[in-house]
């Protein structure tokens, strides 16, 4: 786990996706504990897929008083994201992807964008997100990735940072229900379980 300088990255500014409020990123766990998970944009299928992985803990969050919060990098593709509803949580949005730089969430190239989205990570999660019913689309900036950054309550300490190597890593639920110390009776999607080449389900 990269260390995080949180007072830098609560200074960075997110504006609210529903009341257009800017607010710096601090004041999301001023008062209680929060999961921000960043996503790489909000056509992306996984994205709305993990979102929606994620959004089954939300109740459980809600419960235990912790805040649960989506952070986009561009507002391309929010509207249809909303409508969609495969998030429970807030949604934000870091337009000048000062969070995403300050995580160490990287930016692939024109060139390594290509065979990350074509790796079987991705390729695993799409099948579960088409199984499911939800699509994606390539509107937006393809190159940004994303990850996950869960703070204690007044910014005490990290609990979880993590960053996205392939555009198909996902935290799992249980690993997000541990860093809360919370218990959480849900049950994840099945994503294949793969050997290599070898998959079944």
């Known amino acids: 786990m990269a260390n995080v300088d949180l007072a830098r990255v609560g200074k960075n500014v997110v504006k609210s996706a529903d009341s257009g409020e800017c607010v710096e990123l601090q004041s999301l766990w001023q008062d209680q504990p929060v999961v921000l998970f960043f996503l790489r944009r909000f056509g992306c299928q996984i994205c709305r897929w993990t979102a929606s992985e994620i959004s089954k803990l939300e109740p459980n969050l809600r419960a235990a008083g912790i805040a649960l919060v989506g952070i986009g990098p561009e507002e391309v593709g929010l509207k249809e994201f909303k409508e ?3 998030f429970k949580g807030s949604i934000y949005v870091d337009e000048k992807k000062k969070c995403y730089k300050d995580l160490g969430f ?3 190239t024109a ?3 290509v065979p ?3 790796g079987k990570k991705v390729r695993d999660g799409a099948a579960k997100a088409s199984a499911e ?3 994606g689309n390539f509107s937006g900036d393809l190159l940004q ?3 996950m950054l869960i703070v204690a309550k007044g910014g005490e300490k990290v609990l979880l940072h993590f960053i996205q190597d392939s ?3 996902i935290v799992p639920l249980e690993d997000i229900s541990s860093a809360l110390s919370i218990s959480a009776n849900v049950e994840a999607g099945q994503k294949p379980v793969c050997n290599d080449d070898v998959c079944t389900r």
Do not use: H, M, N, T
């Open 84 to 86: 969609g509803g495969f």
């Open 106 to 108: 990287k930016r692939y």
């Open 116 to 118: 990350a989205a074509l």
């Open 167 to 169: 555009p198909g890593d």
């Open 133 to 135: 019913g939800i699509q």
């Open 145 to 147: 990735s994303g990850g």
């Open 111 to 113: 060139l390594s964008v």
